[in-house]
Structures are given as structure tokens and as C-alpha cells.
């Protein structure tokens, strides 16, 4: 089982819909979870950053972790055209660091 | 805010030759930086994590005579990828942890290495 899985996609959604995307994880020393925006062709930007269970909201974008599912989300309400990118998700703990593959999303104005 | 860059943004050699990327922490120091590849719709794979003033640590499978780290300063680390091959053709990404939280990352732009 890999550390990190992340359904590739690609999604596509219209303009203004939620779109929801997600990781599961098997190494139970993960603390730290994150999500990361990346444009074609451009190096990731850290979107949400959280360490514990529950909800981050930060604007339209909210981040879900259970960590007794080892199971984490991430939520973009009135999703834009300029949202399309791709969103990984990475996870940290114990000096690890592990990402997922990226899920393509793709909103359709 | 804290920014990292790298230099070149892109870049095409022919098969053999050997080039030099560069990762700048461009207003905080990095002790620690680390370096990436990500080939088309795949994941960022740590190569290496390079550490100023000693030795880098390759990850498993990455060679280290293939690609060779030196952290300069601390707001430089440097990657060699030496005697290159098509199959080195890749987006390389560096990042440094953020000063507050080093379990955060400051990703740079990447470099797009083409190896003819």
C-alpha cells in the first residue's frame, strides 16, 4: 500500500459547483497535512496547512481531516475558472514527507 | 513573504553534458533544503535533501554521482545533474522549509530540463 493515495482524476466542474477532493493514508506517524495548488508548468503553492482532526475554513476553500480514518479532504465552494489546477495533497510527520499524485481539476466557466 | 527561487526556469542540453540548477531562499536562511522531480502527471518524488554545511541525503534509488548537491550558503543550494541523459528530462522543484513552521514548504518555480 502506498503512503499517500490521491485519485489522479482529472475532475471537471462548472463554474460556481464544490468541488471535493481527497487522500487516504497508511502511516499513522503523518501530523501535519497540507494541500497544494500547482499550475501547469509552476512549483506548488501551499493552499491550507492543518495538524489536527476537524475543519479549516480559509475563504472557499475548507480542509477535512480524520485521522482515524487516515482520510483528509479538501472542499472549494463557488468554484472559479481560475481554480483549475492541480491539487496535491502532502503529509508530514516523524521527518517524513510524503505527497500524493495530484488531482486534476478542471472548472468549466 | 517568503519566496524561493530557482534558476534556470528552463532549460535544453544535448545528452552528456551536465547542468547546474539553482534554489535561492531569497529572504530567509535554509538550513535545509529539498529537491524534487516530477515527471508529467506524476507526484513530486524527494531526490534529496540537502543540508547546509554537510553532506546531502539521497533518497533511496537516487544516485548520488548522477545528481550532485552542494549547499553553498544558507540561502543556496545547487543541483547537478552530471552526464545527462534523456531519461533525466524532467520538472525539478526545491523547497525550504518556512522559517515559523518547518513543517510547512516554500516550493520554487521549478526547472524544466529537457536532455536531448
Known amino acids: 500500500q502506498k503512503e499517500v493515495e490521491q485519485d489522479p482524476g482529472p475532475l471537471s466542474v462548472p463554474e460556481g459547483a464544490i468541488v471535493s477532493l481527497n487522500c487516504t493514508y497508511s502511516n499513522s506517524a503523518f501530523q501535519y497535512f497540507m494541500w497544494y495548488r500547482q499550475y501547469s508548468r509552476k512549483g506548488p503553492e501551499l493552499l491550507m496547512y492543518?495538524?489536527?482532526?476537524g475543519n479549516k475554513e480559509d475563504g472557499r476553500f475548507t480542509a477535512q481531516v480524520d485521522k482515524s480514518s487516515k482520510y483528509i479532504s479538501l472542499f472549494i465552494r463557488d468554484s472559479q475558472p481560475s481554480d483549475s489546477a492541480t491539487y496535491l495533497c502532502?503529509?508530514?510527520?516523524?521527518?517524513?514527507?510524503?505527497f500524493g499524485k495530484g488531482n486534476q481539476v478542471v472548472v468549466i466557466p | 513573504g517568503a519566496v524561493v527561487s530557482q534558476h534556470p526556469s528552463r532549460v535544453i542540453c544535448k545528452s552528456g553534458t551536465s547542468v547546474k540548477i539553482e534554489c535561492r531562499s531569497l529572504?530567509?536562511?535554509?538550513?535545509?533544503m529539498f529537491w524534487y522531480r516530477q515527471f508529467p502527471k506524476q507526484s513530486l518524488m524527494l531526490m534529496a535533501t540537502s543540508n547546509e554545511g554537510s553532506k546531502a541525503t539521497y533518497e533511496q534509488g537516487v544516485e548520488k554521482d548522477k545528481f550532485l548537491i552542494n549547499h553553498a550558503s544558507l540561502t543556496l543550494s545547487t543541483l547537478t545533474v552530471t552526464s545527462a541523459h534523456p531519461e533525466d528530462s524532467s520538472f525539478y522543484i526545491c523547497?525550504?522549509?518556512?522559517?515559523?513552521?518547518?513543517?510547512?514548504?516554500?516550493f520554487g518555480p521549478g526547472t524544466r530540463l529537457t536532455v536531448l
Open positions: 529572504d530567509f536562511q535554509a538550513t535545509t
Open positions: 502532502a503529509m508530514s510527520g516523524n521527518n517524513r514527507l510524503a
Open positions: 492543518t495538524y489536527s482532526s
Open positions: 523547497s525550504a522549509p518556512t522559517p515559523l513552521a518547518s513543517n510547512e514548504q516554500f
